[in-house]
């Protein structure tokens, strides 16, 4: 899974970041066409009441709107230097696989927020679900797939990785993820930051 991602990062990286906004700007397309059908199985995967579900699809709808704007806006400073003829640039780069592990209560907004970023960054992104709502992450999946289809996208970009807490740990410990973006509760939280930080990797937690 972490090899498969990193292939895909080798080339990801090098699109140019409005390139990788359109594939962002076509999941949200997917997403306006399939959002009562998404909201549903939310509700019956989740427990949630329809107004509640279908708010969560149109959270990732906003947010892929918000994401393809900053793909043309990945820009740095241009700093003042005190060598004379010289001034200093900021340029950003994207710094591989994303983990993304989510939640039951959310199940696909949070996975959202983090794979639009991600992605227009030049990420490719590991989505490790709740195991109370794989339905969701597969279902979601297609639909990223959708967007895809068309375009010259890498295999691997986003991959859905199901199982229990044991997987999920097995993916915060991985040194080839640089970024974990963890869900979840006070305790889970307090398991996932050590274990990143002792391997120089970033949690959002």
Do not use: Y
């Not at 700007?25 to 509700?43: C, T, Y």
């Not at 709107?65 to 400073?77: M, N």
């Not at 591989?96 to 959202?112: D, E, K, L, M, Y």
């Not at 979601?140 to 068309?150: P, R, V, W």
């Amino acid at each position: 899974m972490v090899a498969n991602a990193n292939t895909a990062f080798a080339t990801w990286r090098s699109v140019p970041a409005p390139v990788r906004g359109e594939l962002v700007r076509r999941l949200g397309e997917q997403l306006r066409l399939r959002k009562a059908d998404l909201a549903r199985i939310v509700q019956l995967e989740a427990g949630k009441i329809e107004s509640e579900a279908l708010g969560e699809v149109q959270e990732m709808i906003d947010i892929c709107d918000f994401a393809v704007g900053l793909s043309r806006q990945l820009h740095g400073l241009t700093i003042a230097s005190e060598r004379p003829g010289h001034r200093l640039m900021e340029q950003w780069h994207p710094v591989g696989p994303v983990a993304v592990i989510t939640a039951f209560n959310f199940p696909v907004a949070v996975w959202s927020w983090n794979a639009a970023l991600a992605l227009v960054c030049g990420n490719p992104v590991i989505w490790k679900p709740s195991e109370m709502t794989p339905l969701t992450a597969l279902a979601t999946h297609a639909l990223f797939e959708k967007a895809c289809a068309g375009m010259d996208v890498p295999a691997h970009l986003n991959q859905v990785l199901l199982g229990d807490g044991t997987v999920g740990a097995e993916l915060v410990a991985s040194e080839g993820v640089p970024i974990v973006s963890a869900t979840g509760s006070t305790a889970m939280g307090r398991k996932v930051a050590p274990v990143v930080a002792a391997r120089f990797g970033r949690s959002i937690l």
